[in-house]
């Protein structure tokens, strides 16, 4: 746990505080794959599809969900798990790039590497709408493709959430994109809807 990156707050996460009551069908769906998930992990980690991918809606418990399985996979299975926030782990990449290397590689050979917000977008206001832009540079493309790509190849699982689906993800680079979906294709879940819905942190503003 301690060489996991995950913090004293989201250790607390786990699936058993997770709240689905009132929720859409989508919320349930996402809890059960990721139940399923982890419930599948020792028969699934060495083949070609055996990590998840909670794609959608922000605040509706894609990293909740994800931490639990990490959480699950640490302490039920000792299993070492990478947590590596995408914005604040790619700012720390590029501040220190004596250690690029080393980091990297973690993240290449670790058993279970998790990446949370993947390409995380900035939004705008325009005439024709609110734009999603992604965080997705040429350099940190790269590092993730080659990332992405030694874990594909090595058939070692990748926990992922994003606010893109993945035709999103495939339109910033299709190989790595695609790479994504072969991996996760089995617990994959898109969740799209009603945000003061699914966001549980507009939980109090849907009740005042």
Not at 135 to 146: H, I, K, M
Not at 151 to 169: A, F, G, Q, T
Request: one cysteine or more.
């Amino acid at each position: 746990m301690n060489s996991s990156d995950i913090t004293a707050e989201f250790e607390k996460l786990k699936f058993k505080n997770f709240i689905t009551e009132g929720k859409p069908a989508v919320v349930k769906d996402t809890y059960d794959t990721a139940v399923e998930y982890y419930k599948d992990f020792d028969s699934i980690r060495g083949t070609r599809s055996n990590s998840i991918a909670l794609l959608g809606q922000p605040g509706s418990g894609k990293t909740h969900l994800l931490t639990a399985i990490s959480n699950k996979l640490i302490k039920s299975k000792n299993i070492a798990v990478q947590y590596f926030p995408y914005v604040e782990g790619f700012n720390d990449l590029k501040d220190d790039f004596d250690k690029l290397e080393e980091k990297l590689n973690r993240m290449k050979e670790v058993e279970v590497l998790f990446i949370d917000d993947l390409f995380k977008p900035v939004y705008t206001n325009t005439k024709e709408g609110r734009i999603k832009k992604p965080r997705a540079t040429d350099w940190q493309v790269e590092q993730t493709y080659s990332v992405i790509n030694y874990r594909y190849l090595n058939h070692k699982p990748v926990l992922i959430s994003s606010e893109l689906d993945i035709e999103e993800l495939v339109d910033i680079d299709e190989a790595l994109g695609t790479r994504i979906y072969e991996m996760c294709a089995d617990y994959c879940v898109i969740i799209k809807g009603d945000r003061m819905q699914l966001n549980h942190r507009l939980a109090g503003l849907r009740n005042g």
